[in-house]
Structures are given as C-alpha cells and as structure tokens.
C-alpha cells in the first residue's frame, strides 16, 4: 500500500535527510521530493474575479511543505509508525495520506 508522507518545518535538510536515510534502509521509501524555498513559490486560487496567482506561498507561518515522499508500506498504521519515527526529536510535523491509483480508489 502506498502512502503519501508530507513533511512540513521551517528548512528541509535534517527533516529530509531523516527521511532518506531511515526510509532507504527499511527498503520502504518508493520516492522522495525536496522542495525548493518557499520564496520560489506561486500560488493560484479562485476567487470573485477568478484564478488568482500571486507569489509565495499560503499562509502558514513558521511551517511550510518542504518535501514529500511516497512510501509503499504494509498498512496505514505502519506508515504511520515511520512518520512519527521520523519526525521524533526535530521541529516540524509529518502528515500521512493514502495515495490514490488512476482509477480513483484508494491504494490500500
């Protein structure tokens, strides 16, 4: 099954480095993206006028988005056991989500 790990801090290198180091040697870790800064961020949205692009990124002060990771892992609690192993001890939050297959359906 595979799982979405969102990672979220004030900078990316100790969070994604745990990320790569514990996930590569469990053999779980499918793919993992580092963002760029957040200054290199645009952010479109839709409102009265329609879509709206501005620079940056949306509000969330002190944590942004600095990598995700797709891992393939036996269950939803077994992802969820690698994210809180790797945010344990570091400033920043890891979300975990389902990945979903072409057709709609959730991978699990």
């Known amino acids: 099954m595979r799982f979405a790990l969102l990672a979220y ?5 100790e969070l ?7 996930l590569t040697a469990s053999g779980e870790l499918v ?12 952010t479109l949205s839709t ?3 329609g ?12 944590r942004r988005l600095v990598a995700f990771g797709i891992v393939d892992c036996e269950s939803y ?4 056991h690698l994210a809180a192993r ?9 979300a975990v989500r389902p990945v979903m297959t ?7």
């Open 9 to 13: 801090a004030e900078a990316a290198p």
């Open 16 to 22: 994604t480095d745990r990320i790569r180091d514990r």
């Open 31 to 42: 793919h993992l993206v580092e963002l760029a800064d957040g200054g290199h961020t645009r």
């Open 47 to 49: 409102g009265a006028a």
């Open 51 to 62: 879509v709206l692009a501005r620079d940056g990124e949306l509000d969330e002060p002190g």
């Open 77 to 80: 609690d077994r992802a969820t």
């Open 86 to 94: 790797l945010v344990s001890g570091l400033p920043g939050a890891v």
């Open 102 to 108: 072409t057709t709609g359906s959730l991978d699990v």
